[in-house]
């Protein structure tokens, strides 16, 4: 049985003719397309990369789910701007996929929360992000999830993922170090 990337390249199709299938009205064709470019992984990377600012919201929701699934970590930039995408499910994929990211995505997240205290949605998407170290937080990032929960008081969240941001960097003089 072939896989999708050889496939894709036997039946004559280039990354560009798999990203115009990303558009396609027909779902089933447009979710084949999408699997063969998470088996091209690293190649398909950049192309998908470009497509989370495409004016289309169904190619951003298509490039999104690929590329979450694709989880490389130079993607982290794209996804951090993706939580500000006018779609939710958009929003909902980014943060799903910085949430995988671990410490990559958490530190730029972290960032940007310092950098931006205009956007809902951002934290809104940070939220959802750091669920997925649910049970695994440390002090300092239970303070930044209250914080991004207290919808009264967004101007403490740039000051709790700052906090967190120094403990990231810091390491903890209670554990061993290798």
């Given at each position: 049985m072939q896989t999708g990337g050889l496939h894709a390249i036997i039946c004559g199709?280039?990354?560009s003719s798999l990203i115009a299938e990303l558009d396609n009205p027909n779902s089933v064709?447009?979710?084949r397309a999408r699997i063969e470019l998470i088996q091209l992984?690293?190649?398909a990377v950049p192309a998908l990369t470009g497509l989370l600012t495409d004016p289309r919201q169904r190619v951003r929701w298509e490039a999104a789910k690929a590329l979450e699934v694709i989880d490389d970590p130079?993607?982290?930039?794209a996804f951090i701007k993706a939580l500000e995408d006018e779609d939710a499910g958009i929003r909902w994929l980014a943060a799903e996929a910085l949430g995988r990211m671990g410490a990559i995505g958490l530190r730029l997240l972290l960032s940007k929360l310092i950098s931006d205290t205009g956007s809902g949605w951002l934290r809104e998407g940070a939220h959802h992000a750091?669920?997925?170290y649910n049970g695994m937080l440390?002090?300092?990032l239970e303070q930044l999830l209250r914080a991004l929960e207290?919808?009264?008081?967004?101007e403490s969240v740039p000051w709790a993922a700052g906090i967190a941001l120094?403990?990231?960097e810091q390491p903890d003089p209670h554990t061993l170090s290798a």
């Open positions: 199709m280039d990354i064709e447009r979710r992984q690293a190649a130079s993607t982290a930039p750091l669920h997925f440390s002090p300092q207290d919808k009264t008081n967004a120094q403990s990231l």
